[in-house]
């Protein structure tokens, strides 16, 4: 009897230690107007939620409100086990870009472990900045909307980014995080505005995705491994890429990386890999690209072993970036270009280890051709262009 009733209270306590606490920011004066700036009640929630010892969920009610500048979430002495935001509002940026423009990043997660952010909208407002860039004018850098640095256990599902001013989400030195759901939006015109950017993370997946932007709808710099995308939609934009990479001497690697079931839309690439042609002793290595669908995208599949974006600041060595063992395999569509499949490789460091299998390219309702330049490697099955490997 004794021992059921420890039992019993055992079970008790491991049952109120798992009940979730919820925190709504409007208790805390966040005002769903888009006018009033409701960040300090955002931090006051944050803080109420870090200092439980039970789950905690706060709670974004549906409106919009207004984050009138950078505002950080830290975790580093977090109790929680978990914080979940339920967002069914828009939070906003300030329409002057001055207010977050030199901020690096609007809203950033710093340190933590076990964070969910589900649904909500983040307008960030970026087409002022966009107009002043775009004029040639001096501006500010520009803030990255959502930006998770040195991170762990975290999930962004349902999330919708609206005109960044930078990268719309950022991943920095982050440990299996999960991105799904999301939808992200810019025009293809607008600077700078990747979709999603991973660096020096690991374990991280992507998951059915929208991303329409001016720039690459998923990049991936330096120092990444073990990455799944699958079952994202890019379009406009810059492609998925690895890169650029190889700017620097010393630089990690990027490894292990696989993107399945993706499909392009009028972007200028598809499947890309970019590196530098300077002295770098970084590497890809282990690269799977596997059922993609390209619809008049203007480079379907390349690696550029000479990057050099308006021909800008190039010192013209040969890129120390090696390349080696990447897959593509069903890769079928039509190329905005004659050229679909284009390998410029380094002559310091050719490619190894390219192998393609069932590529089927057309330009015009013919097929498309290839261009290879100290490329090596396999073909095998159907293969329109004609391998040049």
């Known amino acids: 009897m004794v021992i059921k009733h420890i039992l019993i209270l055992i079970f008790l306590v491991l049952q109120l230690s798992s009940a979730k606490v919820t925190y709504n920011v409007t208790s805390f004066g966040a005002k769903p107007d ?26 974004v009610p549906a409106g919009r409100y207004l984050i009138a500048s950078a505002l950080t979430f830290s975790g580093q002495a977090c109790k929680s086990r978990a914080i979940t935001f339920n967002i069914y509002g828009t939070l906003v940026a300030p329409s002057s870009y001055n207010a977050i423009g030199d901020a690096q990043v609007w809203i950033k997660f710093y340190i933590v472990k076990n964070v969910t952010i589900n649904g909500g909208t983040l307008d960030a407002q970026g087409s002022s900045l966009w107009a002043c860039k775009l004029a040639g004018k001096a501006c500010p850098q520009g803030s990255t909307t959502l930006g998770i640095y040195h991170s762990q256990n975290v999930v962004i599902s349902k999330l919708r980014s609206l005109n960044s001013q930078m990268f719309h989400i950022l991943l920095y030195g982050c440990k299996n995080a999960k991105i799904q759901g999301v939808s992200i939006l810019a025009p293809g015109l607008s600077p700078n505005t990747d979709g999603i950017h991973l660096a020096l993370s690991t374990g ?22 073990n990455i799944w995308i699958e079952k994202v939609v ?5 492609g998925i890429s690895i890169g650029s990479l190889g700017w620097e001497l010393n630089e990690p690697g990027v490894q292990n990386v696989t993107v399945k079931t993706t499909t392009f839309v009028g972007t200028t690439n598809g499947l890309r890999i970019k590196a530098w042609a300077r002295n770098s002793n970084g590497f890809v290595n282990g690269v799977y690209f596997k ?8 480079f379907p599949i390349i690696i550029d072993g000479n990057y050099c974006p ?3 600041n190039c010192p ?7 390349i080696s063992n990447v897959v593509y395999e069903n890769v079928h569509g039509t190329s905005a270009t004659r050229v679909a499949v284009k390998f410029d490789c380094s002559k310091g460091n050719p490619c190894r280890g390219i ?16 261009s290879c330049s100290y490329a090596a490697g396999t073909a095998s099955g159907l293969l329109q262009p004609t391998s040049c490997l």
């Open 34 to 59: 888009g006018r009033s700036d409701s960040k300090n009640a955002f931090m006051k929630a944050w803080n109420l939620s870090c200092n439980s010892t039970s789950p905690a969920v706060i709670y």
């Open 316 to 322: 013209n060595e040969a890129s120390g970036v090696k």
């Open 234 to 238: 890019c379009g406009p934009g810059h």
């Open 355 to 370: 192998v393609l299998k069932d590529v089927d390219l057309k330009f015009g309702g013919q097929p498309a051709n290839s």
């Open 310 to 312: 308006n021909n800008n």
């Open 204 to 225: 991280i997946t992507i998951l059915s995705s929208k991303i329409s932007t001016g720039d690459d709808c998923v990049s991936m710099g330096p120092g990444n491994s």
């Open 291 to 298: 059922g993609a669908t390209m619809m008049n995208v203007q």
